[in-house]
């Protein structure tokens, strides 16, 4: 939970049109991963910004369910073949889950009311759904973090012997991973032990000490 109070109050400083989506990067999301009670936490520690829900889950009684908690922002994947090539198709929504998502957060569907819109196995999903309300990282979520986790990398080439200033770094996913973006103060000022290549990622051992 540490990390994102500091991802709030690192944009925060420069925006209040904000929002936070409780998520669980896993395709597809098992409903004991979820964790809905997260959106209670949010809206209880970041009350000045919206909260909302991003969805990887088969189906919508989950997506229903964190709408009727009090999400205001639902995000899903939409796809129009669920057998396509890729990670996601699976768990994205057709048009016909889609049309019926938004006319339950549109008629706001409330949580009581779930038992009689959506079949037991689905209110059993929901139930598993609501999980924990401490934020934390899956293990089923690692894979992900690892492939799309992001590093610190030149933004441009930067000679043997060059002071590394803020200005000639990027943040992006690249393999293979380098220093972590939320060391970045840690290295700015130091040394280029070799000459790194634009868009390389940079790590600990290519820097020293000025």
């Known amino acids: 939970m540490s ?5 709030y109050d690192s944009f ?3 925006s209040d049109k904000l929002v936070l989506l409780q998520c669980t990067s896993s395709y597809p999301t098992a409903p004991a991963d979820v964790n809905l009670r997260v959106i209670e936490t949010y809206r209880e ?11 990887h889950e088969e189906g919508i009684a989950v997506s229903v ?10 995000e899903r994947h939409f796809t129009l073949d669920k057998s396509l090539k890729g990670s996601d198709h699976n768990c994205s929504l057709v048009p016909k889950e889609l049309e019926l998502l938004v006319h339950h957060i549109r008629n706001k569907t409330e949580m ?12 059993k999903k929901i139930q598993e759904a609501m999980g924990s309300n401490h934020k934390v ?8 973090k690892r492939k799309l986790g992001k590093t610190i990398v030149a933004r441009e080439d930067i000679p043997k012997d060059t002071v590394v200033s803020a200005d000639m770094i990027d943040i992006k996913v690249a393999e293979p ?7 970045t103060d840690l290295y700015v000022g130091k040394v280029a032990k070799c000459d790194i290549s ?9 820097l020293r000490t000025l």
């Open 65 to 74: 369910a964190a709408a009727a908690l009090g999400a205001t922002v639902v």
């Open 112 to 123: 009581v009311l779930l038992k009689d819109v959506f079949e037991s196995q689905e209110i």
């Open 12 to 14: 925060r400083k420069f």
């Open 198 to 206: 634009k868009d390389e990622s940079i790590s600990s051992q290519m």
């Open 137 to 144: 990282v899956q293990e089923s979520e690692l894979e992900c």
């Open 3 to 7: 990390w994102v109070r500091t991802i």
């Open 45 to 55: 520690e970041f009350k000045d910004i919206h909260i909302g829900y991003s969805g």
């Open 177 to 183: 991973p380098g220093i972590d973006p939320m060391q």
